[in-house]
Every structure is written in C-alpha cells, then in structure tokens.
C-alpha cells in the first residue's frame, strides 16, 4: 500500500498537483522577481496542459483532483482532514468511507503517552472553539501498534501529526515512523514549548522552527509538512525558514492562543489557562497567513482554519493553497470533508475544468503584497 501511495512523479507524468503547484509557483516566481528575489529556487516549469489563462477545459477526460505534495506523498484529492479532528480515521469508519478522503492528519503524537490538560478543556466560542486538550495520546508506540495496519489496508494516506518538547523528542518519534508500512508522511506540530529554550515555542522562531524541521528532515525520508503557528508577528521569514531547512509542504494555521473567563469570573475556565481557538471565527486570520506565505516560499502550502463549505475551500485555493484541511466543523458534521470533495469535483465541472489548477492562486497579488506586519490601516 505503502508503494502505491508514494507515487513518484516525473516530467513524463506530472499530476495535477504538480500542474498545481507550479502554477502557483508561477505566481510566486512573477512576485518575487519584481520584488528583486531572483536567488528564490522557483519552478518556472509550463503547465502540462491548458491556455494563457491557465485554464484547462474538460474534454472527454474526468476531472482530476490529484495533488502532489513533494517527495511522492500523491493525494488523491486536496479534501484532507486536520489534526485532532478526526481521531485516528478509525474512529469515523461508520459514519463516512475514509477512502474518499484526500488525507488524513491523526491526532498529535509523542515519544510517551500523555494524558493531557486539566478540565474543562474545551469552551465554545462565537463562531468557533477553544481547546486545551494537551496532546493526550497514548505515545508513538502505541499508536503504530494500534492504527497503522488499519491504514495501511487504506488508499487515503495517513500523515501522522508529531509533537514534542524537544528536537530530540521529534527526531525519536519520526525515527519509530519511519518505513512503518501504513505512515504515508508526518505533519510536524511545532506550537509546543521547547524546554531547552524556556518553553518558548518553536513555531514563534525562525531559527527554533528552522532547528526541528532539518533535525526532522535528516532523521527521514518521509514526506514532511510543517505547520505553522499564527501567533506571530510576521509569518513570513519563519515560513522561509522551515522551507530552507527541507520542509516539502507547509501547513497553516493551527489554533490562536486565547482564554475565556470561568462563570464567577473569578478566573480564567479552561483547566490549563490558554486554549486555542479555531472554528470559523479564524478563517480571515488563516486566509491572512495562507496569503503572506503563498508569496515567499515555493512548497505546496496546505490551508486550514474555519473551513466549513466549498466557498471557503475556494477561498483558500484563491490565495495560493493547494489543499486544505477541515478540522472544527467536523465536531458539527462528520460527512462534511467527503462531501467537498464531491462539491469541489462540481465546481470544476461547472468550470468547464479538467483539474482545480485554475482555482489555485487567482488572489494572489502580480507584485508581492505589503506583509500584515506594516499594519493594516494605513498604507504608508
Ligand atoms: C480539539 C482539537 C484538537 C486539536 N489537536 C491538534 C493536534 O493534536 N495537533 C495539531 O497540530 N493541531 C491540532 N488541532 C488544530 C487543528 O488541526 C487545526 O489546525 C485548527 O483547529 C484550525 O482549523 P479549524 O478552524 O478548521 O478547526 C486541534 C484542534 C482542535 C479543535
């Protein structure tokens, strides 16, 4: 399963994530040479099918919803499902045929099982949630004992979300995963304290997040997506770096770190303080960062945050993304991911579409934008 999976592609047999890809390489390539970043390794590469506008009309050939995330990690659609969200895919095998996902993120995973927050752990929001739940898991070991038979029997692929205190802790981890029959690719969680730098996060550094990612990268070949943390000030030069030090994808966002108050108001309600927020409420800070991102780095970028329906699938692809993950809204509707894979298949159809290439990147700017960072008020 594992072989299937792992398509390696050629310029003989580029898929559409590759036609992807490169368009919104392209684009990437045209504002970075106006901004005078010329050194960028960006794919100049010709769209294998299609006219100037990119488009790709549908002739007696079926859409195409493939999407190839680097290192032959091939999707079979750009739908995937978030970490945390969808357990570990087995859980959900009455409800919805897994199969028809493009991927599956399962829940965090450390080096040793963890029992996670105090409670409460979760507290609803308008238009969205806090959670706290403090990466229980029953630790690497037993989840490939428990789960990865199961996936390997699977066509989605199974991209295992990794968590740790330290680079060590990560590099372990990927080390146990690596040639698991069943492990398509890992999703490196990098929102978590890193004790030999007082806890401060990886993700909030450049260096820190640049540090994991290549210790990562040595320690496998498996395809490696990194996933960004919006609770910074500016995304960009951390992006740059997780890129530089061998990410194949990115991911963004995780949650933003927020609290609520507890019903007395006599302190904050979540057992562990902060909590992170997700839901709808943080699709404009996602499409923020998915925007910024598509701009400086040349990797396939996977969007997630507040996706409930196939405009904010479309939205996200608009800004660059070339998949997307649903995460929150699968509490309210477990069909939804499988449902949009059929919606988006629709929209290409109703295009006139043989793939979503022409979806990707439509709102990314001709020069590179001004960064969130200046401010968003005044322009100077
Ligand atoms: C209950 C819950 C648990 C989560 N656990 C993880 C996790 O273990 N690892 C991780 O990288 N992200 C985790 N996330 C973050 C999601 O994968 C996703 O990045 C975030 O929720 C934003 O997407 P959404 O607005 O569609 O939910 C979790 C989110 C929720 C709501």
């Known amino acids: 399963m594992k072989a299937k999976r792992r398509v390696v592609t050629n310029s003989g047999g580029s898929t559409t994530a590759h036609r992807s890809s490169t368009l919104r390489r392209q684009r990437t390539s045209n504002a970075l040479t106006s901004m005078g970043c010329k050194d960028s390794a960006v794919d100049m590469t ?21 999407v190839d995330l680097g290192r032959g990690l091939v999707l079979p659609n750009p739908i995937m499902v978030a970490s945390g969200t969808f357990g570990y895919g087995v859980e959900y095998g009455d409800v919805v045929d897994v199969d028809r996902l ?41 989840v ?96 740059r770096a997780i890129a530089d030090a061998g990410a194949d994808a990115l991911t963004a966002i995780n949650t933003l770190s927020g609290i609520a108050v507890g019903g007395s108001r006599q302190k904050p309600l979540l057992g562990n303080i902060y909590g992170g927020l997700s839901g709808p409420a943080i699709k404009p800070v996602a499409l923020r ?22 405009d904010d699938v479309l939205d996200f692809l608009a800004v660059g993304a070339v998949a997307v993950q649903v995460g929150t ?24 579409f043989a793939s979503y290439v022409p979806f990707v990147g439509t709102a990314l700017p001709k020069r590179p934008s001004s960064p969130s960072s200046k401010g968003v008020e005044y322009r100077p």
Do not use: H
């Open 46 to 66: 010709t769209p294998r099918r299609g006219d100037a506008t990119g488009r790709e009309t549908v002739a007696t050939a079926d859409v195409d919803l493939s």
């Open 102 to 142: 493009g991927g599956i993120c399962c829940k965090g995973t450390t080096l040793r099982s963890r029992i996670g927050n105090p409670t409460p752990r979760v507290a609803e929001t308008p238009g969205g949630m806090l959670n706290s739940i403090g990466l229980q898991n029953p630790g690497v070991d037993a």
């Open 329 to 352: 809204a699968i509490f309210a509707d477990p069909t939804l991911p499988v449902r949009l894979v059929a919606e988006l298949e629709g929209a290409c159809r109703s295009g006139g």
């Open 144 to 239: 490939i004992a428990k789960y990865a038979s199961t996936w390997e029997g699977w066509r989605v692929p199974v991209i295992v979300n990794v968590a740790g205190e330290s680079v060590a802790d990560y590099v372990e981890v990927v080390k146990r995963l690596d040639g698991i029959p069943g492990v398509a690719g890992i999703e490196l969680n990098i929102s978590c304290p890193n004790v030999g730098r007082g806890g401060l996060q990886f993700a909030i550094d450049a260096d820190a997040a640049a540090g994991v990612t290549a210790a990562v990268r040595r320690a496998t070949d498996l395809p490696l997506l990194v996933k960004l943390s919006p609770n910074v000030a500016d995304i960009r030069p951390i992006a």
């Open 289 to 310: 960062i998915v925007y910024e991102v598509c701009q400086v780095v040349a990797i396939p970028v996977i969007a997630i945050g507040g996706i409930t329906d196939i």
